[in-house]
């Protein structure tokens, strides 16, 4: 067998051994740099490029030098320390490793602590430019989002909306697998894709939505759909190219829709306030300079009420920025969304009144909430922000 082949061989027998057999399910996609083995199988970076990192087992591991296939037991409960070696390997404690390391479990739930949080599955330590080394948590799609459905949503909150969050997280996921493959992961761990924690925020009411969902996404016209989510509306979802731009019409689903839901979300209505030194540096810094801020105010909507611009005038120059833009520049906690009502001139600062917590697109978490209090199910709620889309069950994520 030629030392390729063999290679592959013994990756999908380490997986399939922590994972059991439903690792191998499901084509292989072909990302060579991620060394993908199925589709139901996610890598999400917990440390990018770092001078060093410790793990700790938490139960009997194995690691496996992938450049030759050695495996060396690493005990449960000693701490290693992880850096790149000279020769462009790992050091993992006292043992120089050739190439990238996978550490696996030796039996099924086998967890182990990275800096201090604690996770399921595999870890990939890889060697990198300038004596840096990736820590990356390899591990199925479906524990995966055990670890992001708590961080994204509530696990109190009513189970139909949970079970509506964890079918866009399991589309949003397969939607972007690969996305940070230079880097050598799939996915971040944090809100540049989804927030991911691991095993510690895992809770049974997030998990049984999980369950319960297994294997379905949602999709468009026999394609998968590029869902998104968000917290409050504020009475109207966005278009899709309202938020990101673009020319071409978005799909049905994601043309926004019309949402009495998230009225009693505590971000419905907001205000924030900001002085105009406060705005001019902010502009200044994008290379708008100038001295005297004279006028804000609203520019062109879309359908939904998200502004889409924002016209303002400075040192008798009048310009526009795009409202996300602004959004941006002085903070998406304070002005919460686009959907920017009024802009008003306050002493020696200007108040902003808006709705909606987010960008606004696809799912509205509050307005889930409150169709799951109201008995919708997660199919109802669904179908309500994503019109016309289908749930759909991909047996290969089962």
């Given amino acids: 067998m030629k030392r390729a082949a063999l290679k592959g061989v013994l990756a999908l027998l380490l997986l399939l051994h922590c994972f059991g057999a439903d690792a191998s399910s499901g084509p292989a996609a072909p990302s060579a740099a991620l060394e993908r083995v199925s589709r139901s199988i996610v890598q999400i970076g917990l440390f990018s490029r770092v001078k060093k990192a410790v793990l700790r087992p938490e139960a009997p591991f194995v690691a496996t030098d992938q450049s030759d296939g050695r495996s060396h037991p690493l005990p449960q409960g000693r701490a290693f320390e992880v850096r790149a070696s000279r020769g462009g390997g790992v050091r993992l404690g006292d043992m120089s490793l050739g190439g990238i390391v996978r550490l696996t479990p030796k039996n099924p739930g086998g967890s182990v602590l ?140 994601l043309r926004g829709v019309r949402d009495r839901w998230c009225a009693d979300s505590p ?55 795009r409202a996300g833009d602004l959004r941006s520049w002085l903070g998406a906690a304070d002005i919460k969304s686009s959907q920017i009502w009024r802009i008003v001139r306050r002493r020696h600062g200007w108040e902003f009144v808006g709705r909606g917590y987010g960008h606004g697109v696809g799912l509205c978490q509050w307005g889930a909430r409150a169709m799951a209090d109201d008995a919708k199910s997660y199919r109802k709620i669904l179908s309500h922000y994503f019109p016309g889309a289908d749930i759909v069950v991909r047996d290969e994520l089962r």
């Fill in 114 to 253: 990275v800096g201090t949080r604690r996770y399921r599955g595999n870890l990939l330590l890889k060697p990198g430019e300038g004596g840096t080394v990736t820590v990356v948590n390899e591990l199925g799609l479906e524990e995966y989002l055990y670890g992001v459905l708590p961080r994204e949503m509530s696990p109190d909150w009513p189970l139909e909306a949970l079970k509506a969050q964890a079918v866009v997280a399991r589309t949003w996921a397969l939607n972007n697998l690969g996305k940070y493959a230079e880097l050598g992961y799939d996915l971040t761990d944090d809100d540049r894709s989804q927030v991911y924690s691991g095993l510690d925020v895992e809770d049974e009411r997030a998990r049984r939505a999980v369950r319960e969902t297994a294997g379905q996404t949602l999709s468009w016209k026999g394609a998968p759909l590029n869902v998104f989510f968000h917290s409050c509306c504020g009475g109207h979802t966005a278009p899709a190219t309202a938020v990101w731009g673009g020319e071409e019409k978005p799909p049905k689903p």
């Fill in 267 to 321: 971000h419905a209505r907001w205000t924030a306030y900001f002085t105009d030194d406060t705005i001019l540096e902010a502009l200044q810094g994008r290379g708008m300079m100038g001295a005297r801020l004279e006028r804000i105010a609203p520019g062109e909507r879309d359908g939904s009420g998200h502004l889409k611009e924002i016209r303002l005038r400075v040192d008798g120059r009048s310009f526009t920025v």
